[in-house]
């Protein structure tokens, strides 16, 4: 009986190919992690370091950026040394505490870009009202909401996912213990979880994405009301970089989860995409379109005598 509901390890089998393409991923991976990692550490650093940045915005980024390298953490290392090493097995106890975190990573990121949507509607539509609203005491306790939204959610997902029976069927069609993936191994009736996957996840997910559409096209509308071009391109500018965002975090998951008979090497690719390449992408979209970060990251280069 034991042997039927229970197995000590799994083998992760998504991208799976040669062994040169399996050095060249793992390179990919390596690569991209350490990016994140710089990129994003840097991006902590540069709003740390100005005063002029201590802005519910930017603690608001700060907080994105810090969650970003967490995300990739739980997922990059790990994938890069299966490659290189080509060991694809990952522990039970291994499987289930990268799911946790994965999920609760993901849900607060979710979170964060509809706060974040929020605080830019709040000081475009709203502007004198803005510091009485986003107040720092406001602003902790929305990060700590987030991330408390992300551990209810991952720790349902979590228990349901693991009280099923896996009957000795150890391969999942991914490169980390993806949620739907697992279910999928399983050999117990998976009826009951793909319907709390879906009651958990779908409300977070439309919630989330409803905020921040109603936000920015409130915020558009504010945008296109004002007199002056200037006071438009400088209101379009503190948004544009969140927008981008925004666009390819909910696009990749309204496309991977609203297709969920997509094949398993379509899944695998879209999923790179967002636990890997938008946290990379994130620093270097918030850098390069925003005039107050790129000034702050000169004024700092200049102190430190690189200009």
């Known amino acids: 009986m034991e042997n039927h509901t229970r197995t000590s390890e799994f083998l992760l089998v998504g991208l799976r190919s040669h062994g040169g393409s399996q050095v060249l991923l793992s390179v990919l991976f390596s690569t991209m992690y350490m990016v994140t990692v710089v990129g994003n550490v840097c991006m902590v650093l ?10 519910p915005m930017y603690f608001f980024l700060e ?15 790990r994938a890069a040394l299966a490659f290189l090493m080509g060991r694809r097995s990952i522990s039970y106890a291994g499987c289930a505490s990268q799911m946790f975190f994965f999920s609760l990573f993901g849900t607060t990121e979710a979170f964060f870009l509809a706060v974040m949507a929020y605080d830019r509607f709040t000081a475009i539509c709203n502007p004198l009202l803005y510091q009485v609203i986003m107040s720092r005491r406001i602003c902790v306790l929305m990060v700590m909401g987030s991330y408390l939204s992300g551990c209810i959610n991952c720790t349902i997902q979590t228990g349901f996912t693991f009280s099923l029976s896996f009957c000795g069927h150890r391969e999942i069609n991914h490169f980390f213990c993806e949620v739907a993936a697992v279910i999928h191994a399983s ?14 996840c779908g409300p977070i997910i439309v919630g989330t994405a409803l905020v921040v559409f109603v936000s920015y096209g409130y915020i558009i509308i504010t945008i296109t009301q004002m007199p002056s071009a200037e006071s438009r391109h400088q209101a379009f500018s503190t948004c544009s970089a969140h927008m981008v965002t925004i666009c390819l975090f909910f696009g990749t998951v309204f496309f991977m989860y609203a ?3 997509s094949s398993p090497s379509k899944s695998n690719t879209i999923s790179i995409f967002y636990t890997v390449v938008i946290p990379m992408l994130n620093p270097f979209i918030y ?14 280069l200049k102190r430190k005598g690189f200009f």
Not at 46 to 55: F, Y
Not at 294 to 300: C, D, M, R, T
């Open 46 to 55: 540069i709003i740390r370091m100005d005063p002029n940045l201590h802005t």
């Open 63 to 77: 907080n994105l950026s810090a969650l970003d390298i967490c995300y990739s953490s739980v997922i990059a290392p």
């Open 187 to 200: 050999c117990s009736d998976t009826f009951v979880n793909e319907l709390v996957m879906l009651a958990v």
């Open 259 to 261: 297709q969920p008979a």
């Open 287 to 300: 850098t390069l379109r925003n005039r107050e970060v790129k000034g702050s990251l000169k004024k700092q």
